[in-house]
């Protein structure tokens, strides 16, 4: 089973700055590899699909890179909407299993 | 518009079976597979599984295989999780999400809360 890793756990930042997620797998997973925001009493929101391209109507803000083990999610200048917690998650082909990290939360500093 | 519209909150005792469902729109059914999620509040998603609802094929994440049964109804378009006997450890958020071909899954469903509680 695939577990991954974010790091850091929290990120204390002001508005205007530049936030930038870590999410590591325990082995390859190609591109199969999303990344969601959560914000209190919502579900969660997909961001980016296939390891780098955004999802319909998510702002240039967010880009994300990464493949195999190692990706990143970057948020270029904080909005206040964007404090909030962030999980990656990875899809295998087979077994078809699927995981999340354990989220990494963006708070206001 | 594609949405995932999910059943209201449950509250039940131990032991007791409940199904909450996932009604589908906006989109073709079939072409897609649903999958399911807990996250107890406060705390991180945990993916449970995902089913075709094109013939029904289901796929358990070895920490809930046996525990949850996954079905759907094409004819009403909906997908459902089903417990024969609740535990208390099963209070939780459900979510429902559409899986697309690319990894990655939306739209997710507004989330079930499920209270387990003598």
């Known amino acids: 089973e695939i577990v991954l890793t974010q790091s850091p756990v929290t990120l204390s930042l002001s508005p205007g700055e530049r936030a930038t997620l870590s999410c590591r797998a325990s082995q390859s997973v190609g591109s199969s590899l999303a990344w969601y925001q959560q914000k209190p009493g919502q579900a969660p929101k997909l961001l980016i699909y296939g390891a780098s391209y955004r999802a319909a109507g998510i702002p240039a803000r967010f880009s994300a890179s990464g493949s195999g083990a190692d990706f990143t999610l970057t948020i270029s200048s904080l909005e206040s909407e964007d404090f909030a917690v962030y999980y990656c998650?990875?899809?295998?082909?087979?077994?078809?299993?699927?995981?999340f990290g354990p989220g990494t939360t963006v708070n206001i500093k | 518009e594609e949405q995932l519209v999910q059943s209201g909150a449950e509250v039940k005792k131990p032991g007791e079976s409940l199904r909450i469902s996932c009604q589908a729109s906006g989109y073709g059914f079939t072409d897609y597979w649903i999958s399911w999620a807990r996250q107890v509040p406060g705390k991180g998603l945990e993916w449970m599984g995902r089913i075709d609802p094109s013939d029904s094929h289901t796929y358990y994440s070895p920490s809930f295989q046996g525990h949850v049964t996954m079905s759907v109804d094409t004819s009403v378009r909906t997908a459902y999780l089903q417990w024969n006997s609740l535990k208390s450890s099963d209070t939780a958020i459900y979510y429902c999400a559409r899986q697309l071909i690319v990894a990655g899954e939306k739209p997710w469903g507004q989330g079930t809360l499920v209270t387990v509680s003598s």
């Open positions: 998650q990875q899809r295998s082909d087979w077994p078809p299993h699927s995981s």
